[in-house]
C-alpha cells in the first residue's frame, strides 16, 4: 500500500521568507499527486495537482507554485511568504478515486 | 460543475447518542460521494465512498451513509457516538471525468461525556 511522507509537520516564518515543503509517496508509481490548503474554518483548498514528472495543474492562482522533479516526489514552494498564506497543507495521492493524505505540515507566517 | 455544502459547522452530541452529519450535493452527472475524517493535526482518511454500487454505505468505525438521489443528500450517521469520535468530518463529491473531488467546509463533531 502506499505511503505519503511530508515534511516538516510544523513550520513558522517570516513574512518575505521563501518556502519550500517536500512530500514523498512510496508503494506506488506514477501516482496522481496534490497540494491541499486548509485554513481555518474554510474546509480543504485544492491548490495544484500532478499526474506525472514535470506536470502540473494550478487550481487557484496565487502565490504559491509546485513543481515535480521525480515521479515520487512533490514540492511546494513560494519566493516571498505572505500572512495569507498560513495554514495547515496537506499532500494527498489517490488509489481507485479515493484520496490518501499525508499527516500535513502546519505553516504560520508571521 | 460540482459542489457540497455541509450544514453546520459544528455539531454536538453526547455520548452513546445518534450522530447525523447533513451533506448535500450538486453535480451534472451522477457522483461518487465521501466522507472523511480529520483528527487534530493529522491528515485526513477515508470513512466511506458511495459509487452506485448500493445505497446504504458501511464505513468504518462504525460509521455509515445513505445516498439519496432526490434530496442530492448523502448524510453521515452512527448510532451511537464515542469520545474518539470527536473530530472534523468532511464530505466530498467527484464526478465526471474528473475524479478529483471537491470538498465541503467541514463538521466539527464534538462528543461530551
Known amino acids: 500500500s502506499q505511503t505519503i511522507h511530508q515534511w516538516p509537520a510544523t513550520l513558522v516564518q517570516p513574512v518575505g521568507s521563501p518556502l519550500s515543503l517536500e512530500c514523498t509517496v512510496e508503494?506506488?508509481?506514477?501516482?496522481?499527486l496534490y497540494w491541499y490548503r486548509q485554513a481555518a474554518g474554510r474546509g480543504l483548498q485544492l491548490l495544484f495537482y500532478?499526474?506525472?514528472?514535470?506536470?502540473i495543474s494550478s487550481e487557484v492562482p496565487q502565490n504559491l507554485s509546485a513543481s515535480r522533479p521525480q515521479d515520487r516526489q512533490f514540492i511546494l514552494s513560494s519566493k516571498k511568504l505572505l500572512l495569507s498564506d498560513s495554514g495547515f497543507y496537506l499532500c494527498?495521492?489517490?488509489?481507485?478515486?479515493?484520496?490518501?493524505f499525508g499527516s500535513g505540515t502546519q505553516l504560520s507566517v508571521l | 460543475a460540482q459542489s457540497v455544502t455541509q450544514l453546520g459547522s459544528h455539531v454536538s452530541v453526547s455520548e452513546g447518542a445518534l450522530v447525523l452529519l447533513r451533506c448535500n450535493y450538486s453535480s451534472s452527472v451522477p457522483p461518487y460521494l465521501f466522507w472523511y475524517v480529520q483528527y487534530p493535526n493529522q491528515g485526513l482518511q477515508l470513512l466511506l465512498k458511495?459509487?452506485?454500487?448500493?445505497?446504504l454505505v458501511k464505513g468504518i468505525n462504525g460509521f455509515e451513509a445513505e445516498f439519496k438521489k432526490s434530496e442530492t443528500s448523502f448524510h453521515l450517521t452512527k448510532p451511537s457516538a464515542h469520545m474518539s469520535d470527536a473530530a472534523e468530518y468532511f464530505c466530498a463529491v467527484s464526478s465526471g471525468g474528473s475524479y478529483i473531488p471537491t470538498f465541503g467546509r467541514g463538521t466539527s463533531l464534538i462528543v461530551h461525556p
Open positions: 494527498a495521492t489517490d488509489v481507485n478515486e479515493k484520496l490518501f
Open positions: 500532478s499526474v506525472g514528472i514535470g506536470q
Open positions: 458511495y459509487t452506485s454500487a448500493a445505497t
Open positions: 508503494g506506488t508509481s506514477n501516482p496522481n
